[in-house]
């Protein structure tokens, strides 16, 4: 039990997923969870900013330790519970190499899919162009084909980094989650589309499911046409 340990988050955030599959996957369940709404009020409360000076979740503690950074969160638990629950980290030189590499491009696959879902919410109303979302949606689509390629790559049924489930998965899974939840085509992108389908059913992936995907299971459809 992670009785020492607090986590505030939103529930359809892929930063916070992040750090709630990497305690599932250390056996850190029975944490302190606190879950919020991205009402002015509670995500930009005091609550918020004693842990995190951004304001924003998700907001991590353990014990003293603050860690709110959704990668540097995982890091520190694979690093802290090595050997407790799932091994993160391949030992292998070549699935670690591969590990990183995808980890870190993930972040630019996740801002190129947040340019075009939240760009209603990044560009004021009077400041809004039709082209430049065309542009976002061409820039996903090219970021889309590289993660088709690199699953077709490592083969199919198989986790972003080779055969086992690593940091990669951990932090990607909720991005590729989110594209299939903004209305992205299985058929267009098959091997993400398989990839989805195989995580999904992952016992810590289905326990920090976002509450709100639950209740209402129909998406948007901001990404039928990338
Ligand atoms: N780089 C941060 C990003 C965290 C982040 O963008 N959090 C969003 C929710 S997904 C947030 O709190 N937004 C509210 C705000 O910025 O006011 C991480 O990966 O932890």
Same mark, same amino acid.
């Given at each position: 039990?992670?009785?020492?340990?607090?986590?505030?988050?939103?529930?359809?955030?892929?930063?916070?997923?992040?750090?709630?599959?990497?305690?599932?996957?250390?056996?850190?369940?029975?944490?302190?969870?606190?879950?919020?709404?991205?009402?002015?009020?509670?995500?930009?409360?005091?609550?918020?900013?004693?842990?995190?000076?951004?304001?924003?979740?998700?907001?991590?503690?353990?014990?003293?330790?603050?860690?709110?950074?959704?990668?540097?969160?995982?890091?520190?638990?694979?690093?802290?519970?090595?050997?407790?629950?799932?091994?993160?980290?391949?030992?292998?030189? +070549?699935?670690? @190499?591969?590990?990183?590499? !995808?980890?870190? &491009?993930? =972040?630019?696959?996740?801002? /190129? %899919?947040?340019?075009?879902?939240?760009?209603?919410?990044?560009?004021?109303?009077? +400041?809004?162009? @039709?082209?430049?979302?065309? !542009?976002?949606? &061409?820039? =996903?689509?090219?970021?889309? /084909? %590289?993660?088709?390629?690199?699953?077709?790559?490592?083969?199919?049924?198989?986790?972003?980094?080779?055969?086992?489930?690593?940091?990669?998965?951990?932090?990607?899974?909720?991005?590729?989650?989110? %594209?299939?939840?903004?209305?992205?085509?299985?058929?267009?992108?098959?091997?993400?589309?398989?990839?989805?389908?195989?995580?999904?059913?992952?016992?810590?992936?289905?326990?920090?499911?976002?509450?709100?995907?639950?209740?209402?299971?129909?998406?948007?459809?901001?990404?039928?046409?990338?």
């Amino acid at each position: 039990m992670a009785k020492n340990m607090t986590l505030l988050w939103g529930s359809g955030s892929p930063p916070c997923w992040r750090v709630m599959i990497a305690l599932e996957e250390k056996k850190l369940q029975g944490y302190n969870s606190r879950l919020l709404s991205f009402d002015k009020e509670e995500i930009k409360s005091q609550e918020v900013f004693n842990i995190n000076p951004r304001g924003q979740v998700p907001s991590f503690k353990h014990g003293d330790v603050i860690v709110n950074e959704s990668y540097a969160a995982c890091f520190y638990l694979e690093s802290q519970f090595k050997s407790q629950g799932t091994k993160l980290i391949p030992e292998s030189t +070549e699935e670690q @190499a591969l590990m990183y590499q !995808r980890m870190f &491009e993930g =972040l630019t696959f996740y801002d /190129k %899919l947040t340019a075009v879902i939240f760009y209603e919410y990044y560009v004021p109303e009077g +400041e809004r162009l @039709a082209s430049a979302v065309k !542009r976002h949606k &061409e820039a =996903l689509s090219a970021e889309l /084909k %590289l993660w088709e390629g690199y699953l077709h790559k490592t083969g199919s049924g198989s986790n972003l980094a080779g055969k086992h489930f690593t940091l990669a998965d951990v932090v990607i899974f909720p991005t590729v989650a989110t %594209l299939f939840r903004f209305g992205l085509s299985e058929k267009r992108y098959p091997r993400l589309g398989e990839y989805y389908a195989l995580l999904r059913e992952r016992p810590s992936i289905k326990a920090s499911w976002p509450p709100h995907w639950l209740e209402n299971t129909k998406g948007q459809d901001t990404l039928t046409d990338v």
